[in-house]
């Protein structure tokens, strides 16, 4: 299946074009622009804006869900698909299978057509519908295709920085600000794997926890003295199944070792699940999804304490 995301200039309109086809202002279109990162215009021969029609339909929809009453902020969170089910009383709609047209896309080097299709699967279905079941699977593909030769080492980096700009982007639109529990977050040191690291992140921001990213490959030791500068509670490690299983178990026990007692320490990713039996004040978890309850478990704690 491949999805056309190839504009022609007939699909192209200005800004004036759009204020008039969705009645939003011209300022609030620069105003989500710049604060939201959508839409997404790109320059015509003069510099100005132009959008293709796909923004525009989504433009249309959002502008539909303010008048009945929606925040932007919110809709830009969330998701259209999910504020408009809501809006309708219904659950959820799972988000669209775009996976093949984003791998043809990358094959065929269209990287900003690549970014701007997953940058609006984040808007449609919401981060975390997003992050679940887009990006974990993408990249799952992008790994599969590279291990059978159809994709080359600089192809999975070029995706590998798409995706991390979209999370990345989508990340710092939600507010941490005094969020808690604090967790600090990363890698152990050979542990080059990030990807699985920021949809933690992007998961813990949604949950509503305050996130400090060490990005990866931080040594042990710089962790611990991150943890205590920081005041944090939670030490969330990610780590791959090509992370060796001995420099991992020894990874966990030196850092748990260099934590202060109370501080706990989660692990997650591919690699994770064999830490089989799991020193006192480490926890595993098998999945993103784990992160909501493991959270609810920490704060029930702390409110009974
Ligand atoms: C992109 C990529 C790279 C990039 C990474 C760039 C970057 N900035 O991240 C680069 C090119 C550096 C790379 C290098 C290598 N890679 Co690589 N890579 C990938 C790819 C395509 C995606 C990577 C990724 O981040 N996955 C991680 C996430 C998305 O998956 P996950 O670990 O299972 O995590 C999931 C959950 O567990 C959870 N999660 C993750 N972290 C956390 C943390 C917490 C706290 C929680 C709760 C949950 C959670 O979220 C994820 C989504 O569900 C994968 C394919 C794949 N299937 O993942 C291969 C893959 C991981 N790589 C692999 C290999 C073999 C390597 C290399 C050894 C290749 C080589 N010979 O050099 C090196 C090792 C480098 C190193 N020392 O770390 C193999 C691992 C095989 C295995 N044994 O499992 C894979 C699976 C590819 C394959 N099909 O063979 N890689």
């Given at each position: 299946?491949?999805?056309?995301?190839?504009?022609?200039?007939?699909?192209?309109?200005?800004?004036?074009?759009?204020?008039r086809e969705t009645?939003l202002?011209?300022?609030?279109?620069?105003?989500?622009e710049?604060?939201?990162g959508?839409?997404?215009?790109?320059?015509?021969?003069?510099?100005?804006r132009?959008?293709?029609?796909?923004?525009?339909?989504?433009?249309?929809?959002?502008?539909?869900?303010?008048?009945?009453?929606?925040?932007?902020?919110?809709?830009?969170?969330?998701?259209?698909?999910?504020?408009?089910?809501?809006?309708?009383?219904?659950?959820p709609?799972?988000?669209?299978?775009?996976?093949?047209?984003?791998?043809?896309?990358?094959?065929?080097?269209?990287?900003?057509?690549?970014?701007?299709?997953?940058?609006q699967?984040?808007?449609?279905?919401?981060?975390?519908e997003?992050?679940?079941?887009?990006?974990a699977p993408?990249?799952?593909?992008?790994?599969?295709?590279?291990?059978?030769?159809?994709?080359?080492?600089?192809?999975?980096?070029?995706?590998?920085?798409?995706?991390?700009?979209?999370l990345?982007?989508?990340?710092?639109?939600?507010?941490?600000?005094?969020a808690?529990?604090?967790?600090?977050?990363?890698?152990?040191?050979?542990e080059?794997?990030g990807?699985?690291?920021?949809?933690?992140?992007?998961v813990?921001?949604?949950?509503?926890?305050?996130?400090?990213?060490?990005g990866?490959?931080?040594?042990?030791?710089?962790?611990?003295?991150?943890?205590?500068?920081?005041?944090a509670?939670?030490?969330?490690?990610?780590?791959?199944?090509?992370?060796?299983?001995?420099?991992?178990?020894?990874?966990?026990?030196?850092?748990?070792?260099?934590?202060?007692?109370?501080?706990?320490?989660w692990?997650?990713g591919?690699g994770?699940?064999?830490?089989r039996q799991?020193?006192?004040?480490?926890?595993?978890?098998?999945?993103?999804?784990g992160?909501?309850d493991?959270?609810?478990?920490?704060r029930?704690a702390?409110?009974?304490a």
């Amino acid at each position: 299946m491949s999805t056309e995301v190839s504009k022609t200039n007939e699909d192209m309109l200005g800004i004036a074009a759009v204020e008039r086809e969705t009645g939003l202002s011209k300022d609030t279109l620069r105003v989500w622009e710049r604060r939201y990162g959508f839409p997404k215009p790109s320059r015509d021969a003069n510099g100005e804006r132009s959008y293709p029609s796909d923004q525009v339909h989504l433009l249309r929809r959002i502008r539909r869900l303010v008048d009945q009453g929606a925040r932007p902020g919110r809709i830009f969170a969330m998701g259209i698909d999910a504020v408009e089910a809501r809006a309708r009383g219904e659950t959820p709609t799972p988000p669209l299978g775009e996976v093949p047209a984003e791998i043809g896309l990358l094959r065929g080097h269209r990287i900003a057509e690549l970014r701007s299709l997953l940058e609006q699967a984040a808007l449609r279905g919401g981060l975390y519908e997003f992050v679940t079941a887009t990006a974990a699977p993408l990249a799952a593909q992008v790994g599969e295709a590279w291990a059978r030769g159809e994709l080359q080492v600089y192809e999975e980096h070029l995706f590998s920085e798409q995706l991390q700009a979209v999370l990345r982007g989508a990340i710092a639109r939600l507010d941490g600000a005094g969020a808690l529990p604090k967790v600090v977050l990363s890698t152990l040191p050979g542990e080059q794997h990030g990807l699985g690291l920021l949809m933690a992140q992007a998961v813990f921001a949604l949950e509503g926890a305050g996130c400090v990213s060490l990005g990866t490959q931080t040594p042990v030791r710089e962790l611990a003295d991150a943890v205590r500068a920081e005041g944090a509670h939670i030490v969330a490690l990610s780590t791959s199944g090509s992370y060796p299983a001995g420099q991992l178990k020894d990874g966990v026990a030196q850092l748990r070792a260099a934590l202060p007692a109370e501080v706990e320490l989660w692990c997650g990713g591919g690699g994770s699940a064999r830490l089989r039996q799991p020193a006192p004040g480490v926890r595993v978890l098998s999945d993103l999804a784990g992160i909501r309850d493991a959270l609810d478990a920490w704060r029930e704690a702390r409110a009974s304490a």
